[in-house]
């Protein structure tokens, strides 16, 4: 049993804390600070517009904006792989700065005419912007693994950082359509080369654009889900302060209790609903659940309930034996590393990874992430395993 169980959760109850608690997180002015924390921004100002203070080579980001169709301007960056860079670093390096088309970039030119080229869209977390310190250090390592092939596209939600308007669900969903269409249409990257990766609230996003893309007909390449959580009422009766104290977690003590406050939740954010929706329709899908032990911000059994609940889905879409059960999953043993459990039926996968060590953050830099990014590619050396 960890800490929190058996401190956070009974000094929670018998303070009484988590009472007002309760109540203060049923006024949607409170529910959208806390949830989203776009206020906070902990990277200096001008890594946004000058990323090389962040460590990157000239011009290997390309700073640009995407226009979504309700009228907000989102702060974005294109960050071409490091192999790619070698090979054409004097251009990069001879590039003029401070182009405002994207278009006329060199990195932009180069994954839209490579046809070996892969894209990944990255969904954050909340708080700070895509300049973060950690971010920056998560993009080096995605593409890490092929580093001759994978650009990163980064974005900032509206109302973070350089990004105009206010976060809602609404909001994030039109966000991520407009950079999804964006990497479709304009830069003219088809979705088998695309794949969808978020972090705790980014995996929210990714499962709503990706659900909101299936009833068009468009499957990606893969949907990567790392520190996930089923939908926003679990997310905020889960969470704990500095990872010591669950405030909200006697709410959880009661599935009546549970359910009366996750009604309160302007947004919902119900990424079950929408993964099962996902995995009930589409008949190609590759998804990927990535999840700390020690994370204690969002507890790992929210990827594993959410586990139970695709699974659940796919029997439904008669994804099943002869018998008409659906196939455990296999499951490995990592040591130390954790454990691993896949399933598989024909062009449908769902892998859930849960690592003994990484917590909340530092998990989005481990080898579990890195290596299923290869695998959604289609670049590692088997890709029948997710």
Request: proline share 4%; charged share 20%; net charge negative.
């Amino acid at each position: 049993m960890s800490i929190y169980t058996y401190i956070g959760v009974p000094l929670s109850f018998l303070s009484g804390i988590w009472i007002p608690c309760t109540l203060l997180c049923c006024i949607p002015w409170v529910q959208k600070q806390m949830l989203y924390l776009h206020s906070i921004t902990f990277s200096p100002g001008k890594w946004l517009t000058e990323p090389e203070r962040a460590g990157f080579l000239k011009n290997q980001v390309t700073p640009f904006r995407i226009a979504t169709e309700d009228g907000e301007s989102l702060f974005a960056w294109l960050v071409a792989p490091l192999g790619i860079y070698a090979r054409h670093a004097d251009d990069f390096i001879q590039e003029p700065s401070g182009v405002e088309d994207i278009e006329e970039k060199l990195a932009f030119r180069i994954l839209k005419n490579d046809p070996d080229a892969r894209l990944l869209i990255y969904f954050h977390g909340n708080s700070a912007t895509i300049a973060q310190q950690r971010r920056t250090e998560e993009y080096r390592s995605f593409s890490s693994g092929a580093s001759e092939k994978i650009f990163i596209l980064a974005f900032d939600y509206r109302g973070f950082g350089a990004s105009t308007g206010t976060p809602s669900e609404l909001g994030l969903l039109n966000d991520a359509a407009a950079v999804v269409d964006w990497a479709l249409n304009r830069c003219r990257i088809p979705p088998d080369r695309i794949v969808l990766l978020g972090h705790s609230l980014g995996t929210a996003v990714v499962a709503g654009v990706a659900h909101h893309y299936s009833k068009l007909g468009v499957a990606f390449a893969g949907l990567i889900l790392c520190a996930a959580f089923t939908n926003a009422g679990s997310a905020f009766s889960s969470y704990s302060i500095g990872g010591l104290i669950p405030v909200l977690a006697p709410v959880k003590l009661s599935a009546t209790f549970q359910t009366w406050f996750s009604r309160r939740m302007e947004d919902t954010w119900r990424t079950d609903d929408r993964l099962g929706h996902l995995t009930r329709t589409c008949s190609r899908l590759r998804l990927v659940l990535v999840h700390a032990e020690d994370d204690q911000t969002m507890p790992w059994n929210q990827t594993e309930e959410l586990f139970k609940s695709t699974l659940k889905a796919a029997s439904e879409n008669g994804l099943n034996d002869e018998a008409g059960a659906i196939n455990g999953p296999e499951v490995r043993d990592l040591g130390e590393a954790g454990r691993q459990e896949i399933w598989q039926n024909g062009s449908c996968s769902i892998s859930k990874t849960i690592a003994k060590h990484g917590d909340h953050n530092q998990i989005m830099t481990w080898s579990p992430v890195a290596l299923a990014i290869l695998q959604v590619f289609g670049l590692a050396a088997s890709t029948a395993r997710l």
